[in-house]
């Protein structure tokens, strides 16, 4: 009642949180507006109704627009609050004065003023950054109706206006990929195909020159195949030395990272931008292609002026590029199907088979020319089904016609397996034909009707001379054989695999691809009358899967299987056979026959190019999958910074009663949970942040053996196994261990009854050609062997598969073996898993072995001592308010004095103002300049000052390994530590504490 009292009659304004504490606590009786006592009722009414909206708002008061804001503006001041408070709105946003200025005078006219997503360029951050805001303003008008300020409503839309840009960039994007893939997917050239794609990406992209180029096997010469360029470039088709552009192409290309130039005479030495300067390229986005390890081809997008690369343009080139030799691989894939179909086709030649296929729904036909022949039809005359019926005899037209039309009947579906005779078309020449196929039906209609078609004429007249044999034998045999013999040859040289056989499985006729082939098959020779399944005795399994196949054949079955055949030991090949029935003159089965074809070599090229496709597909989807939980693992180590150091100075400090401690160490239990979470999962997306040095394993493993033993009972046996002599890996000795204990306990859980669980150490070498995924070198391998339940091979499969485990529901994340395989991978090495159900599992993690001796690890420093001596100051850069705030705090607790700064641009300036700076502490990853840049140049100018790099993840492989570097988040100790190892550990007495 007493606050709402003085409000009424205009001695306090209530409420406003932190911005209406402001104004109630700034003295502004020095400001042109007076006490707030004196203040014009419209002012004070005005004011209280900002503080309580939620909206960010504003009173710009008379004619100089003294601002007075809430908590809402406050916000979007940034670091210009609350010095903005009660300062002149044209001085506090210098960069926005003539906006603000028409805003002004405007509501001095009494007018209001709406703005919708107004962009503006502030520089609340010692930058400029462009913002765009709704803005809306109000006139304020005195009792007697004059205007007299404005209220106004302020809205950043930032974020949003940039998600749209975004949005509408993503689907730029696969607007072009969608038009490009439909314009090349009916290319059959792999030339023709990157031709349009070079052209379509810089038109879209508006640019000068787009090529694509194939590595030569040295890895440095390549060979641009052909590029699009604008007419005022030149085209830079040759071939060229990748070393002759510079270190930073070599360097990037070679690691299968895009190399990226914005303008190669201010960015790369002056003779390699000449190469580039040679050909007219100034800018350039290249894109590797590396397959199997190797740097296979490149595609590029080069303007010949300076151009600063978007993301945009980025990830465009970088879809063409994986796209573009998707679909040369598919180009490639269809020359070797459309080779084989020509072998084919070659076959079918060699046997004089003729193909032939009706449209029974259109009623049109294909005959090739060899079916044309059997009609006595020119080669290039058309044809009709009209031309098939009056081909035929017509003592044969009635029976061929109720053939085909059942072949054609849907609810009869018949075999069309007929002997005609037909009358040339165009010669008038009598021929046999031996037609057989078969009809394709949809639901109750037939669509097409496809078979062969062989000319039996010699064959007809071979049978009619045997009945004619008694009057004219000789003379009849002679024909006969000679008829026979021009059959048998034409068999005889097929590359076509013919087999034919008698119900008892003999072989009754083969040719010479058959009898090669067997003879390779199952290293014996098939002779004619002899049984297939007898001389395949000795090997009974592929004694029976020739019996299986061909019993099909002898039961009366016709088809075509594709299946592999052959004796491993000699060759196993896959064969497309097509199994018909052998019949008499009377029409009764004989045996069966098999006309085959090897196809081996293409099924080989369309499984290559599937595992191609599923490799890609599974690259991609652990690359996102990793991305995203490095980017999550990294946020989380900021939150989680200013949460595990404050607790630690809680529970350092001993604050409040035992309940309360008790609380506050269950909290700092839960943070160091959560901080291993985090490692782990920076361990499986490969970023957690490294300092590999060359640490001592038998140390490492000794003490780990002892801190199992402690907790595992007296049911497990822990032996360890390390050699007096040891050299040391080069490893992260804190990763290392965290990842030891993980397979330690791992092992230990294994065992719920008992057991004995090995830990040893050993030094192995991986010799050059030795089958193995590990480069060649000589490697330190720590094993942890249990005698456990064992895996099965599923599990072992899996074992290493992120969120993968066999423990029960809450009692492990699944990240324990991910971890040490992602961190074996960062570190050059990597795992081996060996197990079986019942015996155990023994895990070995493989380092790369250091050339130099271990290095001591640091020693703890007392913290009493450490807290009463004065350190000198310290420059502390963070761009997380809260986390810099934390690390300020633990520095004043070691001693230092603290100078904060948000940004790396902020540290430089402040620098000059620092003569007895003793070191600098900065976080990596800021916007604008990161902090291995800021570190560089505070060393230009101050070489001998120490610097420390505190990360979450950070880009690892941009930090200089002699950097020392903190890994978040961090408690006090290891802060001490880390400025340890900075060599900054020299104190001076610090007088506030000693006195």
Same mark, same amino acid.
């Given at each position: 009642m007493d606050d709402a009292k003085q409000c009424l009659d205009g001695s306090a304004l209530v409420g406003g949180g932190r911005a209406g504490d402001a104004i109630r606590q700034m003295d502004w009786g020095s400001t042109p507006l007076g006490p707030i006592g004196s203040w014009p009722a419209e002012l004070r009414a005005n004011v209280q109704t900002m503080l309580a909206s939620p909206v960010p708002m504003a009173?710009?008061?008379?004619?100089?627009?003294?601002?007075?804001?809430?908590?809402?503006?406050?916000?979007?001041?940034?670091?210009?609050?609350?010095?903005?408070?009660?300062?002149?709105?044209?001085?506090?946003?210098?960069?926005?004065?003539?906006?603000?200025?028409?805003?002004?005078?405007?509501?001095?006219?009494?007018?209001?003023?709406?703005?919708?997503?107004?962009?503006?360029?502030?520089?609340r951050h010692g930058r400029a950054e462009q913002v765009w805001m709704d803005l809306e303003y109000l006139p304020i008008r005195n009792g007697k109706g004059q205007p007299i300020g404005s209220l106004a409503m302020v809205f950043d839309i930032t974020q949003r206006v940039l998600a749209e840009r975004? &949005?509408?960039?993503?689907?730029?994007?696969?607007?072009?990929? %969608?038009?490009? @893939?439909? =314009? !090349?997917? *009916?290319?059959?050239? +792999?030339?023709?195909?990157?031709?349009?794609?070079?052209?379509?990406?810089?038109?879209?992209?508006? &640019?000068?020159?787009?090529?694509?180029?194939?590595?030569?096997? %040295?890895?440095? @010469?390549? =060979? !641009?195949? *052909?590029?699009?360029? +604008?007419?005022?470039?030149?085209?830079?088709v040759g071939h060229y030395s990748l070393a002759d552009f510079g270190k930073l192409a070599v360097q990037e290309l070679s690691a299968g990272r895009p190399l990226i130039i914005n303008d190669n005479l201010k960015e790369i030495a002056p003779e390699e931008a000449k190469t580039f300067q040679n050909i007219g390229i100034t800018a350039t986005i290249c894109m590797p292609l590396v397959k199997d390890g190797r740097l296979a081809a490149l595609m590029a997008i080069h303007d010949r002026k300076p151009h600063k690369w978007s993301s945009y343009e980025l990830n465009l080139i970088r879809e063409v590029t994986e796209r573009s030799w998707a679909h040369v691989e598919r180009v490639g894939a269809e020359a070797n199907l459309r080779a084989s179909e020509e072998q084919l086709r070659l076959a079918i030649d060699a046997a004089e088979i003729g193909l032939w296929d009706v449209d029974a729904v259109a009623g049109t036909l294909f005959w090739p020319p060899r079916v044309r022949a059997m009609?006595?039809?020119?080669?290039?005359?058309?044809?009709?089904?009209?031309?098939?019926?009056?081909?035929?005899?017509?003592?044969?037209?009635?029976?061929?016609?109720?053939?085909?039309?059942?072949?054609?009947?849907?609810?009869?579906?018949?075999?069309?397996?007929?002997?005609?005779?037909?009358?040339?078309?165009?010669?008038?020449?009598?021929?046999?034909?031996?037609?057989?196929?078969?009809?394709v039906f949809e639901g109750g209609r037939c669509l097409r009707l496809i078979g062969t078609a062989i000319d039996i004429t010699g064959r007809k007249k071979t049978e009619f001379a045997l009945r004619e044999l008694n009057e004219t034998l000789e003379a009849r045999v002679a024909e006969g054989v000679a008829e026979s013999k021009l059959l048998a040859d034409v068999v005889e040289n097929t590359t076509a695999i013919i087999f034919v056989a008698d119900h008892q499985y003999r072989w009754l006729a083969t040719n010479k691809a058959g009898t090669k082939a067997f003879e390779q098959l199952y290293g014996v020779r098939p002779v004619i009358g002899a049984s297939m399944l007898?001389?395949?005795?000795?090997?009974?399994?592929?004694?029976?899967?020739?019996?299986?196949?061909?019993?099909?054949?002898?039961?009366?079955?016709?088809?075509?299987?594709?299946?592999?055949?052959?004796?491993?030991?000699?060759?196993?090949?896959?064969?497309?056979?097509?199994?018909?029935?052998?019949?008499?003159?009377?029409?009764?089965?004989?045996?069966?026959?098999?006309?085959?074809?090897?196809?081996?070599?293409?099924?080989?090229?369309?499984r290559r190019l599937s595992d191609a496709e599923e490799q890609l597909r599974q690259s991609q989807k652990v690359e996102a999958?990793?991305?995203?939980?490095?980017?999550?693992?990294?946020?989380?180590?900021?939150?989680?910074?200013?949460?595990?150091?404050?607790?630690?100075?809680?529970?350092r400090r001993q604050i409040g009663n035992d309940r309360e401690r008790k609380l506050i160490g269950g909290a700092l239990q839960s943070a160091e949970r959560a901080r291993i979470l985090v490692q782990r999962l920076l361990a499986f997306a490969r970023r957690q942040p490294l300092q590999p040095t060359a640490i001592d394993v038998k140390t490492l493993v000794t003490g780990m053996g002892e801190l199992v033993s402690s907790t595992t009972g007296p049911q497990v046996q822990v032996v360890i196994d390390a050699p007096e002599i040891l050299p040391a890996a080069r490893a992260d000795y804190n990763q290392v261990e965290m990842a030891l204990l993980n397979l330690s306990v791992n092992a230990r859980d294994a065992m719920p009854t008992g057991g004995t669980l090995r830990?040893?150490?050993?030094?192995?070498?991986?010799?050059?050609?030795?089958?193995?995924?590990?480069?060649?070198?000589?490697?330190?391998?720590?094993?942890?062997?249990?005698?456990?339940?064992?895996?099965?091979?599923?599990?072992?499969?899996?074992?290493?598969?992120?969120?993968?485990?066999t423990k029960g529901m809450g009692q492990g994340t699944g990240l324990g073996l991910s971890m040490v395989h992602g961190l074996a991978q960062q570190l050059g090495g990597g795992i081996r898993i060996f197990s079986r159900l019942g015996e155990g599992t023994n895990v070995e993690l493989w380092l790369p072995e250091a050339n130099d001796a271990p290095v001591p690890l640091p020693k703890l420093v007392d913290g009493a001592t450490a807290s009463l001596t004065h350190r000198g100051t310290v420059l502390l850069v963070d761009d997380e308010d809260v986390v810099r705030s934390s690390a300020a705090h633990m520095l004043d607790e070691l001693g230092f004095d603290v100078v904060e700064a948000s940004s790396g641009e902020a540290a430089l300036a402040a620098l000059d103002r620092m003569a007895d700076l003793k070191m600098l502490v900065t976080d990596?990853?800021?916007?604008?300049?990161?902090?291995?840049?800021?570190?560089?140049?505070?060393?230009?100018?101050?070489?001998?000052?120490?610097?420390?790099?505190?990360?979450?993840?950070?880009?690892?492989?941009?930090?200089?390994p002699g950097l020392p570097r903190l890994t978040k988040p961090f408690k006090i100790e290891e802060l001490r530590e880390a400025l340890a190892a900075t060599g900054s550990d020299q104190s001076e007495p610090r007088a506030e504490l000693l006195s």
């Open positions: 009173v710009l008061w008379g004619p100089e627009g003294i601002l007075i804001y809430n908590d809402g503006y406050a916000a979007i001041c940034g670091p210009r609050h609350p010095t903005a408070l009660g300062g002149k709105l044209l001085e506090v946003w210098p960069e926005a004065a003539d906006f603000n200025a028409r805003v002004i005078a405007a509501g001095l006219r009494g007018e209001s003023l709406s703005f919708h997503a107004q962009e503006l360029e502030l520089w975004r &949005l509408a960039q993503s689907e730029e994007l696969y607007r072009f990929l %969608d038009d490009l @893939g439909q =314009t !090349i997917a *009916g290319l059959h050239d +792999a030339d023709e195909l990157l031709a349009v794609t070079t052209r379509m990406v810089a038109a879209h992209l508006g &640019l000068s020159n787009c090529a694509y180029a194939d590595m030569d096997p %040295d890895q440095d @010469g390549f =060979t !641009i195949r *052909g590029n699009w360029h +604008a007419p005022e470039s030149p085209s830079i009609f006595g039809i020119l080669p290039d005359v058309p044809v009709s089904m009209q031309d098939y019926y009056s081909g035929l005899h017509p003592d044969d037209l009635e029976q061929t016609s109720i053939a085909y039309a059942a072949a054609a009947n849907p609810d009869v579906r018949a075999v069309y397996d007929v002997e005609y005779r037909t009358i040339g078309k165009d010669d008038g020449i009598v021929r046999w034909v031996a037609a057989k196929g078969r009809g007898d001389v395949l005795d000795h090997l009974p399994e592929h004694r029976e899967h020739v019996r299986r196949t061909w019993s099909r054949a002898l039961a009366g079955e016709e088809f075509t299987l594709l299946d592999e055949f052959g004796d491993g030991k000699l060759s196993k090949r896959w064969f497309e056979l097509n199994f018909n029935v052998l019949r008499d003159a009377a029409g009764r089965q004989i045996g069966a026959y098999q006309i085959a074809y090897d196809v081996t070599e293409r099924l080989a090229e369309q999958l990793g991305q995203l939980t490095g980017g999550v693992a990294h946020d989380f180590n900021n939150l989680l910074t200013p949460i595990l150091g404050s607790l630690d100075m809680l529970v830990i040893s150490a050993s030094s192995r070498e991986v010799s050059t050609g030795a089958q193995s995924d590990l480069k060649p070198g000589r490697y330190v391998t720590i094993s942890v062997a249990d005698t456990g339940e064992g895996m099965s091979a599923e599990t072992m499969a899996r074992a290493i598969e992120p969120f993968f485990s990596h990853l800021m916007p604008g300049m990161d902090g291995v840049e800021l570190a560089r140049r505070v060393k230009l100018i101050r070489p001998e000052l120490p610097c420390l790099i505190i990360s979450g993840y950070a880009d690892v492989e941009g930090i200089v």
